[in-house]
């Protein structure tokens, strides 16, 4: 610590630990609580609270029972308010779009497709899962789910955006209602994305919509939390 420094303890504490983190990658663990308080000569109190302001400030990552990380700073951001594809984000990027196809398969709609497509229980629905990628790096893992009679006999490339496909048949969809629920860990989603265990994930449950106002895609889109930020503009009526 500088000698004279009339500053709080923990405010010297976060100036240290800022210039130590810069010696480490993105994604790197840090030094435990117990190595970090005893190389700085400071109480585990005073070091906790350090972090904490540094986890505010998003500079570092802490997982309970795991230990703190370094925080890697998202490659892509987009507004909620706004709808893009996968692919389309990733063009934005200026990184190339990538798929990992796993599976298609026709199934019988089950009750809750019946309600959300609004179809009778005897409609074949396509269940396409795929793994989308940055430079070849696994980002987002995509479960879409399509009604057969929106295809049009057509047969979707399992690389191909299924924004285009649609816009290809003839149907283009305008809006989608989103839920976003975020997700610490994922036996097989945080395997596929190749995921550090300590890496969140974000899933976006997304029923879209033609300009007819019909239900024509439901998504369940994984996105690794330390490479995509969504924010949302909100404003007072």
Known sequence: MIKGDQRPLYLQVIDQLKTDIEGYEEGAKLPTEFEWAKQLGVSRATLREALRLLEEDGLVIRRHGVGTFVHTKPLFSAGMEELASVTDM???ADMEPGTIFLSSSLKEATKEEQQRFQCADTMNILHIE????????????????????????????????????????????????????????????????????????????????????????????????????????RRRE
């Open 90 to 92: 990733i063009i934005k």
């Open 130 to 233: 795929r793994v989308r990628t940055a430079d070849g790096v696994p980002i987002v893992y995509c479960l879409d789910v399509i009604p057969e009679i929106f295809l049009a006999n057509h047969s979707i490339h399992e690389t191909k955006s299924i924004f285009q496909f649609l816009e290809e048949t003839g149907r283009t969809i305008r809006y989608a209602v989103t839920e976003i629920e975020p997700i610490g860990y994922h036996d097989e989603v945080t395997q596929l994305l190749d995921c550090p265990p300590e890496t969140s994930l974000l899933l976006l449950k997304q029923l879209h919509y033609d300009e007819s106002d019909e239900a024509i895609l439901y998504s369940l889109n994984y996105f690794r939390a330390d490479k995509f930020k969504f924010h949302v503009v």
